[in-house]
Antibody
């Protein structure tokens, strides 16, 4: 079964840090580009970061640039999001997502596999 | 980065058809066919309904179709069913190597 499972969410104070993880199974993780998407309470989906299959290219939304770092470990079939200097407005459910289509660009193929999400709450 | 523009809500009766628009710019929707649509039921993971403007993933009903004209993409759902009630989001690749989502449209089946 194709699956993504996020972990690492929790309650953190403003200015604090958290590291989210996303464990992949059921597909060839090392060949697939990956993204993080979040949804703040009562708001829509927001793309926040992308990483290429080899981990050599990363892109970020302006809202998190300089504070968040995406990375991956293909040997462990895992994706990460290091979140530093967290703000109240970073409170959201965080999803990792990818495509299972081999040989397709992620944004061309669309994200057909998503995790269930992990909740991050930034509050004092 | 600005979100793509979608209507906040649309509604229709069972059996009817509805269309949700997604307006971007020449930097995103207008320049790439990398437009996708997602169905999102609260508390669940989003589900890919359309990719590459008009392609349906395996297992998605042919009642769902997508199109694009200029800077505006559209999702049409025909033969509305109660289970179609959900939030729908468009997304587009941009010329800044980022992805933009629309603000989301709440579909109500009357």
């Amino acid at each position: 079964e194709v699956q993504l499972v996020e972990s690492g969410g929790g309650l953190v104070q403003p200015g604090g840090s958290l590291r989210l993880s996303c464990a992949a199974s059921g597909f060839t993780f090392s060949t697939q580009e990956m993204t993080w998407v979040r949804q703040a309470p009562g708001k829509g989906l927001e793309w926040i970061s992308y990483i290429s299959s080899a981990g050599s290219s990363m892109y970020y939304a302006d809202s998190v640039k300089g504070r968040f770092t995406i990375s991956r470990d293909n040997a462990k079939n895992s994706l990460y999001l290091q979140m530093n200097n967290l703000r109240v407005e970073d409170t959201a459910v965080y999803y990792c997502a990818s495509s299972t289509r081999i040989g397709w660009l992620l944004y061309e193929a669309g994200m057909d596999v998503w995790g269930q999400g992990t909740t991050v709450t930034v509050s004092s | 980065q600005s979100a793509l523009t979608q209507p906040a809500s649309v509604s229709g009766s069972p059996g009817q058809s509805i269309t949700i628009s997604c307006t971007g710019t020449s930097s995103d929707v207008g320049s790439y066919n990398y437009v996708s649509w997602y169905q999102h039921h609260p508390g669940k993971a989003p589900k890919l309904m359309i990719y590459d403007v008009s392609n349906r993933p395996s297992g998605v009903s042919n009642r769902f179709s997508g199109s694009k004209s200029g800077n505006t993409a559209s999702l049409t759902i025909s033969g509305l069913q109660a289970e179609d009630e959900a939030d729908y989001y468009c997304s587009s690749y941009t010329n800044s190597n980022t992805l933009e989502f629309g603000g989301g449209t709440k579909l109500t089946v009357l």
